[in-house]
């Protein structure tokens, strides 16, 4: 294997590092990423980084602070339930072109002020609605594990459904339910598969919480 061509001098800087990280957690997994691994697709040395970033949790902001940044901002001129909409899903086609921020922003949810700016978004839409408060603050808290949760569902899913050991393991253990145990379970099998992602599945539990706001709106 050729050795990593070293970073020129005077070369490195914090977008270059942050560029490369999210190259290596894209390309390993987040789980799989360090600083000296970094370091050494860098070609410095590990003390070189701190000179950037204070530790593993300070670039981890700042990786998911370069992702949040990517998000459109929120369209004018259209109702509050469509910037709501466009809002939530600019977010899960952000986390699904890049998996690895389903982990950042799980691992540490209030950090990074990107994902600030994004909540600034939100909420401001729902206070220009008219909604108090608790509701706005309730609302955007609703939504935003909503699409998280959703989102890294999907991710995993998708994961499992290109692993031909996990298309196994997965069809045995729908094989092996017994229908007088799990009746309903085993007539929706086909439905239930048709859930674990997708854009009109998303959709669907978007409109049922945006239907539940405007109901008690």
Same mark, same amino acid.
């Given at each position: 294997?050729?050795?990593?061509?070293?970073?020129?001098?005077?070369?490195?800087?914090s #977008?270059l590092?942050?560029?490369?990280?999210?190259?290596?957690?894209?390309?390993?997994g987040?789980?799989?990423?360090?600083?000296?691994g970094?370091a050494?697709?860098?070609?410095?040395?590990?003390?070189?980084?701190?000179?950037?970033?204070?530790?593993?949790?300070?670039?981890?902001?700042a990786?998911r602070?370069?992702?949040? %940044?990517l998000?459109?901002?929120?369209?004018e001129?259209?109702? !509050?339930?469509?910037?709501?909409?466009?809002?939530?899903?600019?977010l899960?086609?952000l986390m699904?072109?890049?998996?690895? +921020?389903?982990? +950042?922003?799980? %691992?540490?949810?209030?950090?990074?002020?990107?994902?600030?700016?994004?909540?600034?978004?939100?909420?401001?839409?729902?206070?220009?609605?008219?909604?108090?408060?608790?509701?706005?603050?309730?609302?955007?808290?609703?939504?935003?594990t909503?699409v998280l949760?959703?989102?890294? !569902?999907?991710?995993?899913?998708a994961?499992e459904?290109?692993?031909?050991?996990e298309?196994r393991?997965?069809?045995?253990?729908? #094989?092996?339910?017994?229908?007088?145990?799990f009746?309903?379970?085993?007539? +929706?099998?086909? #439905?239930?598969?048709?859930?674990?992602g %997708?854009d #009109?599945?998303?959709?669907?539990?978007?409109?049922?919480?945006?239907?539940?706001?405007?109901?008690? %709106?």
């Open positions: 294997m050729p050795a990593k061509t070293r970073t020129p001098r005077n070369t490195l800087s #977008e590092i942050v560029r490369t990280a999210l190259d290596l957690m894209e390309g390993q987040s789980d799989a990423f360090s600083l000296r970094l050494a697709e860098l070609g410095v040395g590990p003390m070189a980084l701190y000179t950037y970033f204070r530790n593993k949790d300070d670039l981890y902001d990786v602070d370069h992702l949040m %940044g998000i459109p901002p929120v369209p001129g259209v109702a !509050w339930p469509d910037q709501v909409r466009a809002v939530c899903r600019g899960r086609a699904l072109q890049h998996p690895c +921020l389903a982990q +950042l922003l799980a %691992g540490r949810p209030l950090s990074g002020h990107e994902t600030a700016r994004v909540a600034e978004d939100l909420l401001g839409v729902l206070r220009s609605a008219g909604f108090d408060a608790q509701t706005a603050a309730r609302t955007h808290t609703t939504l935003f909503y949760g959703a989102t890294s !569902w999907e991710i995993q899913m994961a459904r290109q692993d031909p050991q298309r393991r997965l069809r045995a253990t729908i #094989e092996s339910l017994s229908p007088t145990e009746p309903t379970v085993v007539e +929706l099998t086909p #439905e239930l598969s048709r859930t674990t %997708g #009109e599945q998303f959709d669907y539990g978007l409109d049922l919480l945006l239907a539940g706001l405007q109901a008690g %709106g």
